[in-house]
């Protein structure tokens, strides 16, 4: 029950957790550790049978989560009384014989479930510094106890771990009089870089620097070339030292502003941290000791808050790096990371769209597609197109991403020395694209309702062809590509879309000098026919305005009379209209393993609950937009020219809301493919080929195809080989916009003035009200004249937006979904505020000025 450090084999995690494996397997692999021992699991059964006999754990586990608090407060007062047996006690002074009696102990925790890549519990369990031998047991109690703590229990909670388990193992380990100590991560924490590593110090013990007593002196060094490119010295008033006898003190500093470590320690270090990393194959923060000149390892832990890249996407340390731009964080509007089956339709999607830049070869490409994440390469785009054809390309997102690829310095860090064989041509391949677009764009510019007309007859022959094309049998990868087929006729063939980018120009340049026309020339595209994304919308405010659909309970009695057809002829002529044309829509619908409307109608019922109808967002925007315009010809008029800006304001109605259509028809692409690939589901679960249908969405498509042509093909072998380089990325929730191949995360100064936050200009007007800060939505209730503010948003945060007095996005161009919705309803809104759902707390007054992009805090939440 009792292992050293020089245990071999090393014992198993469930015995000793990770913190004490951890000290073990650096203690073989030749580490400087102090010497010590871990009491495993077994050793303290005697004490958690104690715990778990008395009735404070059976009101614990009987507790509701709001009493969590008191419930294990009495679960940590029983173990007061906890002594260590006869037989635990000669063990534990066996193992104490074998280390220095003349030092005095550190006691510290080893849950098997802390200190995993996944879950760290960091600061969760009770450490004990300076134990000398009479005080042992006491410090023993104190770890072990920890384990019942309301933080342990709140974290295990929020993880999905079990509560009704708890396992403990407890370090011993000796003393070390230190010098100096702190932490040090392998990676930098601030910026997410592999090749930094940031150093933590303090005289005395470490104990200052990890609980955040004193502002420590930070070193940050640059790993491959070995050199302190940052350092800050800190005044450190005070530090914790140990006590001949046992026991710690605080002490002042003799010299606060003093460097505690030297370059060659500061060096050594980090250098350390690296070992470690190189050890254990992932990054690390540990926890060191210098005495006497001698360095010491005291703990190493994985890190895992911090963005891991897929191992094709990262370069080797001193190469050339590469930059990434994350293309679903920046135009989809979520950050989450697609499926295996929706990465590999959205990436050939890609291809379909820009054949000619959207080289997908890997990190040799214009296009990055790994692990259901999807990039820009703009190394390899700069390389191949120069920064004209990248500005091109960032110049409709939002101002921070400009910003930074503005300040990026490609020459120096991120231009391929040589250009890589697929993208050689890549400027010729563009012409060429472009050059056969141009018969359709002409004939849009020139009779602009004639091409209008034309598509929509297109759209919806190619639709009905695409659900006649569904229905066959065929291997789903190839029917994926005759129904891409489809969506590249309508690229080729909307080029009445181009219209409105050739008059919005000639508008601006008429009204440049004056402020009052150019938010009128927002409100234009206010409204808009032909945009399936407000057509939704309204259509939706349709529904929710029934009489019948309010006396419904809930989203059971909803689905129950949808199903037998129980409501009146005239509500259900309305819903069958909206699920045949927007049923296949909803959160995440780019990806195909996102449920659609018409398969989830409780939570369909919710949506139209939620929207206030009272407001009449609908109405309001249709007022707005014929008050512009009136007001627009009016100065126009007063210039002499209003013929010519009434032709340019009715080409810019007309035809700007097609924008949407090619990206609305791929979403009928993918609901068609999801439910052909959800019949294979089942047909392969009956086979016995796959234990679960939703396993079908961790297939590419290409292996879904494999498995129709080849029953011999191992399914479950494929979704192993797929899931497996992905799980480490799972827990990274909020993705960085620019990051490069070395994980360094580019990121653009928040633009505050003491007029406010500033940010992108996207919709016009000035609102007040309440913040409402979503994370996702639905997940609570926006109210009348509260503002939405969210990173961003696609086109299943639409029902929202009629509730919202006004938008702030932190992330999204004026061409964003959250960006044409805004301005669809009227809506003020700024985008571009990196950070801003951190900034701004639900229930404070805010003010957004969508005229000048400017967001003003007006008080703290209410």
């Not at 191992?311 to 190469?319: L, V």
């Not at 040799?364 to 703009?378: H, I």
């Not at 994304?533 to 909803?558: K, P």
């Not at 191992?714 to 480490?728: C, F, G, K, M, V």
């Amino acid at each position: 029950m009792i292992h050293p450090f020089s245990a071999a084999p090393v014992p198993a995690l469930d015995l000793v957790g990770g913190k004490a494996r951890s000290l073990i397997e650096a203690t073989a692999a030749g580490f400087n550790v102090p010497a010590g021992f871990v009491l495993d699991v077994d050793f303290f059964r005697p004490w958690l049978d104690a715990v778990r006999a008395g009735p404070a754990w059976q009101a614990f586990l009987d507790c509701a989560d709001d009493d969590t608090r008191t419930a294990c407060d009495a679960v940590k007062a029983s173990c007061a009384s906890l002594t260590l047996t006869d037989g635990q006690r000669t063990e534990l002074e066996s193992a104490l014989g074998a280390l220095n009696a003349e030092r005095c102990f550190a006691v510290r925790s080893s849950s098997p479930e802390e200190d995993l890549e996944g879950t760290s519990f960091a600061g969760g369990y009770e450490t004990t510094l300076g134990v000398a031998p009479n005080t042992l047991e006491e410090a023993l109690r104190t770890s072990f106890t920890s384990v019942f703590d309301e933080r342990i229990v709140a974290y295990k909670r929020q993880h999905g771990m079990a509560t009704d388990d708890p396992r403990i193992a407890v370090i011993v380990q000796e003393q070390v009089p230190s010098d100096v100590a702190g932490v040090a991560f392998s990676l930098n924490p601030q910026n997410n870089c592999y090749d930094e590593a940031v150093i933590n110090a303090n005289f005395g013990l470490g104990e200052t620097v990890v609980n955040g007593h004193v502002t420590p002196d930070t070193f940050v060094v640059e790993k491959v070339r070995g050199e302190i490119v940052e350092r800050g010295i800190a005044a450190k008033s005070h530090a914790a030292w140990l006590v001949n006898g046992g026991g710690t003190e605080e002490r002042d500093n003799a010299e606060p502003e003093a460097a505690c470590l030297t370059d060659e320690q500061a060096l050594a270090v980090a250098q350390l941290a690296a070992d470690a990393e190189a050890h254990y194959g992932a990054p690390m923060d540990i926890e060191w000791a210098i005495h006497e000149q001698a360095l010491y390892l005291l703990q190493s832990r994985p890190i895992t808050a911090y963005v891991p890249l897929p191992p094709g996407m990262i370069t080797e340390p001193g190469a050339r790096k590469n930059l990434y731009l994350d293309m679903i964080v920046l135009t989809q509007g979520f950050g989450d990371s697609l499926s295996v089956l929706g990465a590999g339709l959205w990436g050939r999607m890609l291809v379909q769209m820009k054949a000619e830049i959207m080289v997908d070869a890997g990190a040799e490409g214009t296009v990055v597609n790994m692990d259901g994440r999807q990039y820009f390469n703009l190394s390899s785009m700069v390389r191949a197109l120069g920064m004209s054809g990248v500005g091109s390309l960032i110049k409709t997102y939002d101002t921070p991403t400009r910003r930074i690829v503005d300040s990026v310095d490609f020459d120096a860090e991120y231009r391929p020395e040589k250009l890589p064989q697929a993208l050689k041509g890549a400027r010729w391949k563009m012409l060429k694209s472009v050059v056969r677009l141009l018969p359709s764009v002409i004939r849009g510019l020139v009779k602009v309702e004639e091409s209008l007309r034309d598509y929509e007859r297109l759209f919806e022959r190619d639709l009905a062809s695409g659900r006649v094309l569904a229905g066959q049998e065929m291997p789903f990868d190839e029917m994926q590509e005759a129904l891409l087929v489809l969506f590249q006729n309508q690229l080729q063939s909307v080029g009445a879309i181009a219209a409105p980018y050739a008059a919005r120009p000639r508008l601006a340049r008429l009204f440049r000098d004056d402020a009052e026309a150019q938010d009128l020339l927002v409100a234009l595209e206010m409204d808009l026919p032909g945009n399936p994304t407000a057509e939704m919308g309204r259509r939706m405010f349709e529904l929710a305005s029934f009489d019948e659909l309010h006396g419904t309970e809930d989203g059971a009695a909803f689905e129950a009379k949808i199903r037998a057809r129980s409501y009146s002829a005239e509500f259900l002529s309305a819903y069958d209209a909206y699920m045949e044309r927007f049923g296949c829509r909803g959160i995440k619908e780019i990806d195909i393993a996102t449920p659609r409307a018409y398969e989830n109608l409780p939570a369909f019922f919710d949506q139209l609950r939620a929207i206030d109808l009272g407001k009449g967002a609908m109405a309001t925007a249709e007022r707005r937009r014929v008050e512009a315009h009136e007001r627009l010809f009016e100065i126009a008029g007063a210039r002499g020219k209003e013929k010519k800006v009434r032709k340019l304001a009715n080409t810019i109605r007309s035809a700007a809301g097609y924008r949407e259509a090619p990206k609305f028809f791929f979403i009928q692409v993918v609901d068609l493919l999801r439910r052909r690939a959800l019949v294979l589901a089942e047909r392969l679960v009956a086979a016995g080929r796959m234990d679960d249908p939703q396993q079908v969405f961790e297939l590419t498509p290409f292996q879904l195809g494999e498995a129709e042509r080849d029953e011999g093909f191992d399914l479950r072998a494929a979704i192993e080989r797929n899931l497996s380089t992905r799980r480490h990325l799972d827990r990274v929730r909020d993705w960085p916009r620019v990051i490069d191949s070395r994980g360094k995360i580019r990121r653009p100064p928040l633009s505050e003035t003491e007029d406010g936050l500033v940010g992108d200009a996207i919709a016009p007007g000035t609102v007040r009200g309440r913040a409402k800060v979503l994370h996702a939505p639905y997940e609570k209730p926006l109210e009348e004249g509260e503002i939405l503010v969210t990173r961003a948003s696609d086109p299943g945060w639409t029902p929202i937006f009629v509730n919202a007095a006004g938008v702030v996005l932190e992330v999204g161009g004026p061409l964003q979904h959250g960006a044409v919705i805004a301005r669809e309803y009227g809506l003020p809104c700024v985008s571009g505020l990196d950070g801003v759902v951190n900034l701004i707390e639900d229930g404070q007054m805010i003010e957004v000025d969508g005229s000048n992009g400017v967001v003003r805090i007006l008080d703290e939440a209410a």
